[in-house]
């Protein structure tokens, strides 16, 4: 039986969500070559789970690169990036790949990244067993980030959250959906999430982004985000959580007005980037929930939930 990483709520915390208490998960230096690993996906996978890691070399090369664990919390992480043959197109050009998510759709494991392909946009690739990767065409044009797809499709068609942006340290940013036919060609472009005023909540005023993969929940999907305000010190990213409708995921029902998870430990504080927690994966068991998330763009860390106290949460306490 798969092992689930948890840790009970710590006594005297009143807080929704919980860090846990030996992070990071996963260091900055755990491979021959990182200077930093974060903002990474995994999946539940055979009898352990596997994932895909962002690791910045020591020449800081983005890239993404293949792992596996038994608990989810012990990794192996390979030193070599992965290798992508062509999937549904030989234009599998990247001058670099980073921020993953990976989703399990039909009969495969769908990776979705940030793909540099003349500025960041949506890059798409799929693998059966995490050995041999195909990458396929790129979603949409530069400049885009945070490619999230849900994990079923909606009327036949695949459905993907992003962040159109620019070439830059976007000081801008709403979240769109979007919807594909076949992986290869995508449409209908939708505004689903916008900033929110700073007046009402100011940690997500300057712009926001789809996290992790949305699992369905008696609410409809549960969807972690992160959101970013510009301070005098620069951006300082933090975690809230949305409720989309089942059936329609364009309708936003509730979505956090405090923040689940803000900058607060030194790993998160202090790091390449300072002040930064970026929600990248969630795995589930039961009503508990584990959420994976990049600390300071140097380190992995990990939260945990009650799911049932999350949805009340952010039902009673939404924009």
């Not at 960041?120 to 050995?131: A, M, Q, R």
């Not at 068609?157 to 979007?178: E, K, L, Q, V, Y």
């Not at 956090?256 to 990248?280: H, I, S």
Request: glycine share 8%; aromatic share 16%; hydrophobic share 35%.
């Amino acid at each position: 039986m798969r092992q689930f990483p948890w840790e009970e709520r710590p006594e005297g915390c009143t807080d929704v969500m919980w860090r846990y208490s030996k992070n990071p998960v996963i260091g900055r230096y755990q491979t021959k070559v990182s200077n930093s690993i974060f903002n990474s996906a995994l999946v539940p996978f055979g009898e352990g789970y596997a994932g895909v890691f962002r690791c910045d070399n020591k020449a800081v090369q983005m890239n993404i690169y293949v792992g596996f664990s038994k608990d989810g919390i012990n990794w192996d992480i390979a030193d070599e990036p992965i290798c992508f043959e062509a999937g549904n197109t030989q234009m599998i050009e990247s001058e670099y790949k980073y921020d993953p998510r990976v989703t399990w759709i039909d009969d495969r494991y769908w990776i979705t990244w940030c793909n540099g392909y003349n500025g960041p946009t949506i890059g798409i690739g799929y693998t059966f067993d995490f050995k041999k990767f195909y990458q396929c065409e790129n979603a949409f044009l530069p400049f885009n980030r945070n490619g999230v797809l849900f994990p079923q499709k909606f009327n036949g068609r695949f459905a993907m959250m992003s962040r159109p942006s620019d070439n830059g340290h976007t000081p801008f940013g709403d979240i769109f959906i979007s919807y594909s036919p076949d992986m290869k060609y995508w449409g209908e472009h939708r505004c689903l999430m916008k900033v929110a005023p700073f007046t009402e909540s100011a940690w997500q005023c300057t712009k926001i982004g789809a996290g992790s993969v949305p699992f369905l929940t008696e609410e409809g999907w549960l969807m972690f985000y992160h959101g970013v305000i510009n301070t005098c010190r620069g951006y300082r990213y933090s975690m809230g959580a949305a409720i989309l409708d089942r059936d329609n995921p364009e309708k936003v029902l509730y979505r956090t007005k405090p923040y689940l998870l803000a900058p607060a430990e030194d790993y998160e504080l202090t790091g390449d980037v300072p002040c930064v927690v970026f929600p990248c994966a969630a795995i589930t068991e039961g009503d508990k929930v584990a959420v994976y998330y990049g600390a300071a763009d140097t380190v992995v860390g990990m939260a945990f939930g009650r799911i049932s106290e999350i949805l009340e949460f952010v039902k009673n306490n939404s924009l």
